[in-house]
């Protein structure tokens, strides 16, 4: 089992709607999860990052994570062409080893 | 405000040739530096990360080596660049393995 998955897609949405990413990981004890969006030929540039077990919010973004469950998801609200990008997981094990996922690739369609 | 510089930002070199990338964080103190590099289409590979001056961690044997000469300097080399050595060079930073890290604007590395 890889340390952290998630869909390669690509993901399709339609301009507006709600656009969910989701990551999932091995390692029980992982303390700190991020979520990078990355640009064709550009470098990942930091979305949002989540602590602890729920939901957090901002803006059009929200991270829910569930450890029980080992996963964490990130949400995007009213998706817009310029959401079309690469969206990286990435996870800080009981190790002390941060683990980029694959990413997923998400297409906006107008 | 905490700045992340990299150069160059393309870079085409022959198989065999020397190589050097640098990496400069300004801003901040001691922070923990890395170096990535991501093949076309693929994710992240963590190459090495350096928690302080001259201290510096391994993540897969290749022919590239790092070097940290200054508390936020970081430099990758090689001495004999081979064709799987091409790919998106990235430099990051944190000051907490707890905390994000944040990215440089990389390297694009072409060998012919």
């Not at chain 1, 890889?2 to 989701?22: H, T, Y």
């Not at chain 1, 949002?48 to 973004?61: A, C, H, P, Q």
């Not at chain 2, 799987?84 to 905390?99: E, I, K, M, P």
């Amino acid at each position: 089992q890889k340390e952290v998955e998630q869909n390669s897609g690509p993901l399709s949405v339609p301009e507006g709607a709600i656009a969910s990413l989701n990551c999932t990981y091995s390692d029980r004890g992982s303390q700190s999860f991020f979520w990078y969006r990355q640009y064709s030929g550009k470098s990942p540039e930091l979305i949002m990052f989540i602590y602890s077990n729920g939901d957090k919010e901002d803006g059009r973004f929200t991270a829910q994570l569930n450890k029980a469950s080992q996963y964490v998801s990130l949400l995007i609200r009213d998706s817009q062409p310029s959401d079309s990008a690469t969206y990286l997981c990435a996870i800080k094990t009981s190790y002390d080893k941060v683990i980029f996922g694959p990413g997923t690739s998400l297409s906006v369609i107008p | 405000s905490q700045t992340i510089h990299q150069w160059p930002a393309t870079l085409v070199q022959p198989v065999g040739s020397p190589l050097s990338l640098e990496c400069t964080v300004e801003g901040t103190s001691n922070p923990n530096l890395y170096w990535y590099r991501q093949a076309a289409g693929r994710g992240l590979q963590l190459l090495f990360y350096s928690v302080g001056i001259g201290q510096i961690s391994s993540e897969v044997p290749q022919n590239l080596s790092a070097s940290r000469p200054q508390d936020r300097q970081f430099i990758l080399s090689s001495k004999k660049l081979l064709l799987s050595d091409s790919g998106f060079y990235l430099c990051a930073w944190t000051l907490d393995t707890n905390q994000p890290q944040h990215f440089g604007d990389g390297t694009r590395l072409s060998i012919l």
